[in-house]
């Protein structure tokens, strides 16, 4: 265990699920642990925020079509601008376009962009590199056919948690190797994984007890088989000093926190235009638990403050 400061709103959520009576998702197959995740969702997570447009979308992928889903504020855009790119975390096994609809409304809203949400497909039925060939292809097909979807991007932003945070950072170095239509103008990944060989410290301090679990990571990896020696599930072996400006944020009680934090800090030392911000106290998932834990709210609002923050000091 840990002496690691734990926020009181976080304590009873994790309290609560301690005491319940349901199998981890570890436990279950595949198609239960994502319906357990989504219920989840629907239990913990704040509301969604009504936009003028919500729309699903599909794109040619290397075996069928891709789901996606448009999110914006505004009904139409006559003005240009970029557009954020979704990728969901949940191991690469679990969520979905559902699972952070909530989440993808709010940033929408918060930040006046388009969001386009991306529905990769998930292992065990589509192991690695499955979720990274996806998200590459859909957002190639974002770059080169935004006209169609009544948009006039300039640029479009990676973002993503846990497992979509590893995919936005993936996103952001294979563009930078074979640069798409658009360019990658910022990346904001949250609490990513960004290694399959981590171990120690974090890994170790939250194995149990914190949401994510050791045990849960490993269900994960093993239906995900990947090796760490590919640059589409492990972005540190890019170019790192061709990445995009950056926002990465990381939960304070995370078995992830500390692969964020190297990353974070690799960056700077490439002198990548770096805002690393480590929430305290909160666990990793919280942008999905906004409802259960409102602290983690406040952490959404803050993370967001730095996405504009970032994009302003871009247009000056």
């Not at 069928?64 to 448009?70: A, E, F, Q």
Request: net charge negative.
């Amino acid at each position: 265990m840990t002496d690691a400061y734990v926020r009181p709103d976080v304590q009873m959520i994790l309290t609560m699920l301690a005491q319940s009576d349901q199998p981890l998702m570890s436990e279950v197959e595949p198609p239960v642990a994502r319906e357990m995740y989504n219920m989840m969702a629907t239990m913990l997570e704040a509301d969604a925020v009504d936009l003028a447009r919500t729309e699903n979308l599909s794109c040619p992928g290397s075996d069928g079509d891709i789901p996606m889903r448009l999110y914006d504020k505004r009904a139409s855009r006559a003005d240009e601008g970029p557009a954020i790119i979704f990728y969901h975390g949940g191991g690469f096994v679990i969520g979905d376009l559902e699972s952070h609809h909530s989440f993808c409304t709010y940033i929408a809203d918060a930040m006046d962009l388009p969001v386009i949400a991306v529905d990769y497909r998930c292992a065990p039925e589509a192991p690695f590199p499955a979720a990274p060939l996806d998200s590459i292809a859909a957002t190639r097909w974002i770059a080169e056919n935004h006209g169609d979807l009544g948009l006039k991007l300039t640029g479009v932003i990676p973002c993503g948690d846990s497992a979509g945070g590893n995919l936005a950072l993936v996103i952001g170095q294979v563009f930078a190797q074979e640069p798409a239509a658009l360019p990658v103008i910022a990346q904001f990944p949250i609490y990513p994984a960004t290694r399959m060989d981590a171990e120690g410290g974090s890994m170790d301090e939250f194995a149990e007890g914190f949401l994510l679990t050791k045990e849960s990571m490993d269900y994960f990896a093993n239906h995900y088989a990947a090796k760490d020696d590919d640059l589409r599930v492990s972005p540190y072996l890019g170019d790192l000093a061709k990445s995009p400006p950056t926002v990465l944020v990381t939960a304070g009680l995370d078995p992830l926190r500390d692969q964020g934090r190297e990353y974070a800090a690799d960056l700077i030392r490439h002198g990548i235009n770096t805002n690393y911000i480590e929430m305290s106290g909160n666990i990793h998932g919280f942008i999905n638990i906004r409802k259960a834990v409102p602290s983690a709210q406040q952490d959404v609002d803050k993370m967001i403050a730095a996405w504009k923050t970032l994009l302003s000091s871009l247009e000056k």
